[in-house]
T-cell receptor, first 115, second 112 residues
């Protein structure tokens, strides 16, 4: 069964550094998402991406964040200058429309630790 | 605003039924979901219910929706050790069905 994959599984970086989190969505999906979960808190929506552009973003997704689908298979989340509070589990999801519902499939997550 | 609340922990004996509860605030939710997260794994969609339904059953899983009280529950019959996981209640919005709002998750612990 196809699944969403994410690399790396754990990334440690120093404050102020740039990080790129990578995701390979399911191949025939058209909708792509990033969510994050700070330890002990809720899974929060960051951004959705469709047709090569951002379709919605949350207030967390400020100018430090960007997303890209550089080669038609990968979907990346870049954080330009990481802060301590960016430490979290980042989940990628890809999705398709099933009738009126968007069905989302999640990857295993990348744990980002900012020191 | 949009909010989903659920208790953080539940302990159940193997073979008993587990009932995980959730409340949500936005009455315009279109779909309500239950996701399961096992250690080291992603969020797996277990089941969902459309907001005009009261109940949905899928093998050992029963979802009950009380729209008036904005209360959702997940019942797992004959709980097994493999059901040990974190269960997330989630909703998606009427006008933005591609955005999912999650609760904090309920950690289900199975007692022998």
């Amino acid at each position: 069964e196809p699944e969403v994959t994410q690399t790396p599984s754990h990334q440690v970086t120093q404050m102020g550094q740039e990080v790129i989190l990578r995701c390979v969505p399911i191949s025939n999906h058209l909708y792509f998402y990033w969510y994050r979960q700070i330890l002990g808190q809720k899974v929060e929506f960051l951004v959705s991406f469709y047709n090569n552009e951002i379709s919605e973003k949350s207030e967390i997704f400020d100018d430090q964040f960007s997303v890209e689908r550089p080669d038609g298979s990968n979907f990346t989340l870049k954080i330009r200058s990481t802060k301590l509070e960016d430490s979290a589990m980042y989940f990628c999801a890809s999705g398709r429309r099933q009738g009126a519902r968007y069905e989302q499939y999640f990857g295993p997550g990348t744990r980002l630790t900012v020191t | 605003g949009e909010d989903v609340e659920q208790s953080l922990f539940l302990s159940v004996r193997e073979g008993d039924s587990s009932v995980i509860n959730c409340t949500y605030t936005d009455s315009s939710s279109t779909y309500l979901y239950w996701y399961k997260q096992e250690p080291g794994a992603g969020l797996q969609l277990l089941t969902y219910i459309f907001s005009n339904m009261d109940m949905k059953q899928d093998q050992r899983l029963t979802v009950l929706l009380n729209k008036k009280d904005k209360h959702l529950s997940l019942r797992i019959a004959d709980t097994q050790t493999g059901d040990s996981a974190i269960y997330f209640c989630a909703e998606s919005m009427r006008n933005r069905d591609d955005k999912i709002i999650f609760g904090k998750g309920t950690r289900l612990h199975i007692l022998p």
